[in-house]
């Protein structure tokens, strides 16, 4: 069969990749190697934050301010609530690249924030217990987005719209072929005159030239049941992004399952193969994020309800890939989201449209070339 375009991996990024391309009237096809949605990449679970003030760089902020949009649109088309606003919290030490890199976000772009010492977080978020060298930037705006809540509800978007989406379906290979290109699956052979790469940590099988620049890693996520779970409640306690001297965390309120949630940024530093990782977790994964739960959050110290695996893909820079194919025009790819992707794929998802249809973007998107890596 012959389509318009043909989009690898339908997670997050490539669920609204399809979303966006049948919307303008497209005929797409979505190829996934495993379910819809699926626990062994980087979109499963209940929930991924989206922040405004991001510390990251001042540029993610416009692209920050179009997700929300889209975001906002597609729980519209759903019928269906997708983005939770709880406030956001960056903390770290006052000249912390977390605290200094949202701060100038904050300001480049005037974005709505609050400053608050250690002792002014605790009193109005309680179960905030940082050190006294500890500061915060809070922004109102911040919060969670539901991640495989975020797929479904385009897949099933795109599929109203006339997409054809097709799951335990492996692809084996591509070519390109004229201006055009051929996909070979494990169950048919496709044509397209374009082809988009949202496979995640697969990326580098489809296309191996990316291999060395994107690099796969297992992260771990854990739940425990709080001893004050009042103070961790969706209505009192912002999700955050903070910068200690045992590493980078992240969390949440208890939202979807028992238990508040957090993680640390590169747990173990464990690089993975994604078709071999080692999916169990172990006491040594348990103890990482026990240790930051009791001495930054001690009412969350409770009995672990859950831990789970997933996996980043990482750049040198922790930058994200957003580009062109460096040999064929007619393959785009968006891939190295580097742990913080999944709140942009709303806006992703328009950019791969654009790129694939129209060969640019209405987007700055010069933050995230292929060229920067192959220099």
Not at 317 to 332: A, G, K, L, M, N
Request: aromatic fraction near 10%.
């Amino acid at each position: 069969m012959t389509y318009d375009v043909i989009v690898i991996g339908v997670g997050g990024m490539g669920s609204a990749t399809v979303y966006h391309l049948a919307r303008r009237g497209k005929k797409v096809l979505g190829l996934e190697q495993f379910d819809i949605p699926h626990d062994r990449g980087s979109s499963h679970g209940i929930n991924r934050i989206i922040r405004l003030a991001y510390a990251e760089d001042p540029n993610y902020v416009p692209l920050l301010r179009r997700a929300y949009e889209l975001w906002r649109e597609i729980e519209y088309v759903a019928n269906e609530r997708l983005l939770f606003i709880t406030g956001g919290i960056d903390a770290g030490t006052r000249d912390s690249r977390t605290v200094t890199g949202s701060l100038r976000s904050c300001e480049i772009h005037n974005i709505s924030h609050e400053q608050m010492d250690a002792p002014s977080l605790r009193r109005r978020f309680p179960g905030y217990q940082l050190p006294e060298d500890m500061v915060a930037v809070y922004q109102p705006d911040a919060g969670f987005v539901l991640s495989e809540g975020a797929i479904v509800a385009y897949v099933m978007a795109a599929q109203a719209l006339g997409a054809g989406v097709q799951g335990r379906e492996r692809v084996l290979e591509w070519k390109a072929d004229g201006p055009g290109v051929w996909v070979r699956t494990d169950r048919d052979t496709y044509r397209a005159s374009k082809l988009v790469v949202t496979a995640g940590p697969w990326t580098a099988d489809i296309v191996p030239a990316l291999a060395p620049l994107l690099v796969p890693e297992r992260q771990v996520l854990m739940w425990t049941q709080p001893l004050h779970p009042e103070y961790f409640r969706l209505e009192v306690f912002p999700v955050f992004n903070m910068e200690t001297p045992e590493g980078r965390f992240y969390g949440f309120p208890i939202h979807g399952v028992p238990g508040f949630k957090l993680g640390r940024y590169h747990h173990r530093h464990q690089r993975a193969d994604p078709n071999r990782m080692d999916r169990e977790c172990h006491p040594e994964d348990e103890q990482v994020l026990r240790d930051a739960i009791r001495r930054y959050f001690p009412d969350a110290n409770g009995p672990t309800m859950a831990l789970k695996t997933c996996l980043f893909t990482n750049t040198r820079d922790e930058h994200f890939v957003i580009d062109h194919h460096p040999e064929f025009p007619q393959v785009c790819i968006a891939a190295g989201f580097s742990g913080h992707g999944f709140k942009f794929c709303s806006v992703i998802g328009e950019i791969m449209a654009d790129l694939a249809l129209e060969s640019y973007t209405r987007w700055d998107i010069g933050l995230f070339r292929l060229n920067r890596l192959l220099n």
